[in-house]
């Protein structure tokens, strides 16, 4: 099988009309999903996209924001649920740094009855990251680096598959300096971009610790990234939204440009 990446959800915190930015690496040994959104929704997004609970093995959480988070206390509970039904195998892996960990597992300890946090504990195996922190997880060799957020401490990756393909993932924070180097020469680079820059003024991303589409392709190209999937927007233009990101990223970014929708699969 090929080896792609699922879009989950395309959206920033407050969407309705699609879901929150996550997604899931399909390298044909297991997969990594990479945040969860923020709610219970994230089990309609895995339906949608054909993947049961128990095929996911792996699940790295950037931060603590509710829009990142909240769904994998779901994802949580739904293999807790499938272990008491004897239908889950293993361990489902959870990795992220100190803050992000000690939130979820302290949201499930006090929303889980005795008997769910018991099986939580035994069946959920915590991965505690810090800074630049290498592991191998669904076939991919990954090394994990600090986003340098000021906003909420954030982290991302550089992944190399099975077959050679990198993918960098810049979390939902513009590029920090610090991290040119590990972000550069990318087959996959992901990105956020909150709005198109003609827009930044009734969105106001820089406020948010956000950037733009302009911004995206910028980074795209000063990092010389080969493909660039942007995520993280708002939800008022998705009828247009595909067209006018690309066409906004591509002004700074000569490589192919994916704005995917939500449940889009890009073959990497």
């Given at each position: ?55 996911v093995g792996h699940l790295f959480l950037t931060h603590a924001h509710t829009d990142h988070v909240i769904g994998a206390v779901w994802v949580a509970r739904a293999v807790v649920n499938a ?167 591509a002004l700074n970014f000569s490589g192919h440009i994916v704005v995917p929708n939500d449940l889009d699969s890009v073959t990497l």
């Open positions: 099988m090929a080896e792609r990446i699922t879009i989950l959800g395309t959206g920033s915190a407050f969407v309705t009309r699609c879901y929150n930015t996550c997604f899931i690496i399909d390298c044909g040994v297991s997969r990594l999903m990479v945040d969860a959104g923020g709610g219970n929704g994230i089990l309609t997004q895995l339906e949608k996209a054909g993947v049961a609970i128990a095929d272990v008491k039904k004897q239908a889950y195998d293993g361990a489902l892996h959870i990795y992220g740094h100190k803050r992000v960990i000690n939130v979820l597992t302290e949201i499930c300890r006090l929303t889980f009855s005795k008997k769910d946090f018991d099986i939580f504990q035994e069946r959920i195996a915590i991965d505690v990251l810090t800074d630049g922190c290498q592991r191998k997880i669904a076939g991919m060799d990954i090394t994990f680096f600090s986003l340098h957020s000021t906003k909420e401490e954030q982290y991302g990756f550089r992944a190399v598959t099975p077959e050679g393909k990198t993918v960098v993932c810049l979390g939902d924070e513009p590029l920090n300096d610090a991290n040119r180097d590990v972000a550069q020469n990318a087959d996959w680079l992901l990105t956020e971009a909150f709005c198109l820059h003609s827009e930044a003024e009734r969105y106001k991303p820089y406020e948010k610790h956000h950037s733009t589409a302009l911004d995206a392709g910028k980074t795209a190209a000063t990092l010389h990234a080969r493909n660039l999937i942007i995520y993280h927007t708002e939800d008022d233009s998705l009828p247009s939204r595909q067209k006018a990101y690309a066409a906004e990223a």
